[in-house]
């Protein structure tokens, strides 16, 4: 019960963000090549607000919630400078899976850092919570629609890395991103992705 509270809390919060702002900034990209089922993107070098964790059940479990929880205190004002900071989209989690079906996998949750705090990031007060230097990269990435879980990602992301692979790109493939940009409440049309790193 204490658990569903205080993800009810927090999808309280950041819901009228999510959701009634349809200028929400967003992480920006170049698409290189749009495919039938997936793009080649390219994402310039951004900081990104981050924290890590570790779970075997990353979308759905605990863990989640608590990671997303520590990212929404540093933006609702749980930093150096006690400032309110916009949210932004997607919420990208950073993963390495575990090396079995019944290990924990390593996973590092992200919000981007609007551009008007690129330049300076204001330093987060946790020291669960760091600024993350993202050097420009390039990706494939696959979208779907739906409320998804960790299996829905999984099954995407081995589909996005037998199709790319197909296609002659070479990927990293013992790490991979996902990517949500709708809030809890939002019913139709909703916006997941799975990204993999192209190596240089």
């Known amino acids: 019960m204490l658990q569903f509270q205080h993800l009810l809390t927090v999808f309280l919060l950041v819901t009228p963000i999510l959701t009634q702002d349809p200028d929400l900034e967003q992480a920006p990209y170049n698409v290189v090549e749009a495919k039938s089922t997936y793009e080649v993107r390219d994402y310039p070098a951004r900081k990104w607000v981050s924290t890590y964790n570790y779970a075997m059940n990353i979308h759905d479990g605990e863990e989640s919630s608590v990671s997303f929880h520590r990212l929404f205190d540093y933006i609702d004002g749980n930093n150096m400078e006690e400032t309110k900071i916009d949210m932004t989209s997607p919420v990208t989690i950073f993963i390495k899976p575990g090396a079995g079906p019944n290990c924990e996998s390593e996973f590092t949750m992200s919000f981007y850092i609007p551009e008007i705090y690129q330049e300076a990031p204001i330093s987060p007060k946790s020291d669960d919570v760091y ?3 993202r050097d420009e990269f390039r990706i494939v990435a696959s979208q779907f629609s739906g409320f998804a879980t960790s299996e829905d990602y999984i099954k995407a992301a081995a589909t996005l890395y037998e199709q790319a692979t197909a296609d002659g790109y070479n990927l990293m493939a013992d790490t991979y ?22 190596r240089a």
Do not use: M, Q
């Open 131 to 133: 600024i993350e230097e």
């Open 177 to 198: 991103y996902t990517a949500g940009y709708d809030g809890p409440y939002t019913i139709v049309n909703r916006r997941n992705e799975v990204w993999f790193k192209v």
